[in-house]
Nanobody, 118 residues
């Protein structure tokens, strides 16, 4: 099983980006899907996650600006980021709990850089 994240880049404050993360491999079921981020000199933090039932949870500082969604048919999770701020600058990692043929475990994507200029 692999996770491939994409969609990062450089954007001005107030702009938008959409991150995508596709899971591939021997997948039977995907439970929670989410996004973490790690800014310069900071610890990794949970930004948002969506359960298999569609319930969502957000970091307080991104509520109302970010939207997480998933497409189960495509094994993909998205993070729509609007009204971006310089403090959103970080490497963003997708994170999924996946039931494969043999195991249930958490997988991480490779990270995608988001840079917001002021």
């Amino acid at each position: 099983v692999q996770l491939q994240a994409s969609g990062g880049g450089l954007v001005q404050a107030g702009g938008s980006l959409r991150l995508s993360c596709v899971a591939s491999g021997s997948i039977r079921r995907i439970n929670d899907m989410g996004w973490y981020r790690q800014g310069p000199g900071k610890q990794r933090e949970l930004v948002a996650f969506v359960t298999s039932g569609g319930s969502t949870h957000y970091l307080d500082s991104v509520k109302g600006r970010f939207t997480i969604s998933r497409d189960n048919a495509k094994n993909t999770v998205y993070l729509q980021m609007d009204s971006l701020k310089p403090e959103d600058t970080a490497i963003y990692y997708c994170n999924c709990d996946i039931q494969s043929q043999y195991t249930l475990r958490t997988y991480w994507g490779q990270g995608t850089q988001v840079t917001v200029s002021s």
